[in-house]
């Protein structure tokens, strides 16, 4: 699993109310990845890291916010969450000699009522 | 920034025949392309890759092509098992080490 764990692996949660999801990893990789996945759009990127406290933003960054203050912690915050972003999150991570070889977490399924 | 487009959105083969998934990207300079697997209720998982200094590459029953004058890579599977059922993703960089991905492909194989 590349040694990579996102958590919650389920959340509710209700209209208006903040939500932090959390990646970790555990083998030093400098590029981590959010992105969400909603059917008939594939997965959209939200938000990478390429380095400790070094984030930019992906195509489908608004109404979030992500912070990343050690290398293993990649957080993904939804300061006020809305229904349209009910969806499943997966977090991910590059290999170190390819970039861009992506390693899937197990996601989060965050259900916004 | 680089559009993936990906059809068919669902496949349906019978067992032992081939299926072939294709993506069309829009930015000349990307020259990464991925695909992902993810079955139902799971990660996506890389399968195969190509990078755009080769125009072919196998790995047992899957191939993928890539044409970069056209702007277009396929996802070949041969010799289709129950077990290729699954939803399958085409990506290509960004530029910026990240990747855009296909809409995706609902693969079914018939036994």
């Known amino acids: 699993d590349a040694g990579i764990t996102q958590s919650p692996r389920h959340k509710v949660t209700e209209t208006g109310t903040p939500v932090t999801l959390r990646c970790h990893q555990t083998?030093?990789?400098?590029?981590m990845y959010w992105y969400r996945q909603d059917p008939g759009h594939g997965l959209r990127l939200i938000h990478y890291s390429y380095g400790v406290k070094d984030t930019d933003k992906g195509e489908v960054s608004d109404g979030y916010s992500v912070s990343r203050s050690k290398t293993e912690d990649f957080l993904l915050t939804l300061e006020s969450a809305t229904s349209s972003q009910t969806s499943v999150y997966f977090c991910?991570?590059?290999?170190?000699?390819?970039?861009?070889?992506?390693?899937f977490g197990s996601g989060t399924q965050l259900s916004v009522l | 920034g680089e559009n993936v487009e990906q059809h068919p959105s669902t496949l349906s083969v019978q067992e032992g025949d081939s299926a072939v998934i294709k993506c069309t990207y829009s930015?000349?300079?990307?020259?990464?392309f991925p695909w992902y697997k993810q079955e139902l209720g799971k990660r996506p998982q890389l399968i195969i890759d190509?990078?755009?200094?080769?125009g072919e590459k196998k790995d047992q029953r899957i191939a993928v092509t890539l044409n970069k004058t056209a702007k277009h890579f396929s996802l070949h599977i041969t010799e289709t098992q129950p077990e290729d059922s699954a939803v399958y993703f085409c990506?290509?960089?960004?530029?910026?080490?990240?990747?855009?991905f296909g809409s995706g492909t609902r693969l079914q194989v018939q036994p």
């Open positions: 083998e030093n990789h400098r590029y």
């Open positions: 990506a290509g960089d960004t530029g910026r080490r990240a990747l855009t």
């Open positions: 930015d000349s300079a990307s020259n990464y």
């Open positions: 991910a991570i590059s290999s170190g000699t390819d970039n861009e070889k992506l390693f």
């Open positions: 190509i990078r755009s200094n080769v």
